[in-house]
């Protein structure tokens, strides 16, 4: 009976998931060493610094971790389709500014978090469990 009181799990801040998908994402490309969990949880905490809301920052939580587990070549393969898009619409495979190919990377970080909130519906609460929130 109390069961139907129970409080349905909000969904994951796909924008944030992507932000924190993204951090780790480059992290690992370029310092493959380095302690992901640390970089993950360091950066969702940076995030409530700045004024973000615990679900915004659980989001780029689950987005981070969801990088350390992919494999690197799911957002390899992300960011390929966004410059294959790019030439297919006659735009330069190359962007011309910073502010352009962060763009790019956010957009491609999206669609992997996106697919996997699709394919794994079941992973957001798992992870909300698992970290105890």
Known sequence: MFGLFKKKLPPPDLHF??????????????????????????????????????????????????????????????VEAMRETRREVGMPESMKDKAEAEKMFLAAALGVVTLASVLVPQDWPDFRKFIGA
């Open 17 to 78: 998931a992507a932000k924190g998908y993204l951090q780790i994402a480059i992290t690992r490309k370029h310092m493959p060493n380095a302690n992901l969990h640390a970089i993950e949880s360091g950066y969702a905490k940076e995030l409530l610094d700045e004024g973000c809301s615990t679900e915004q920052a659980l989001s780029a939580r689950w987005g981070g971790v969801r990088a350390i587990h992919d494999e690197p070549e799911n957002f390899d393969d992300a």
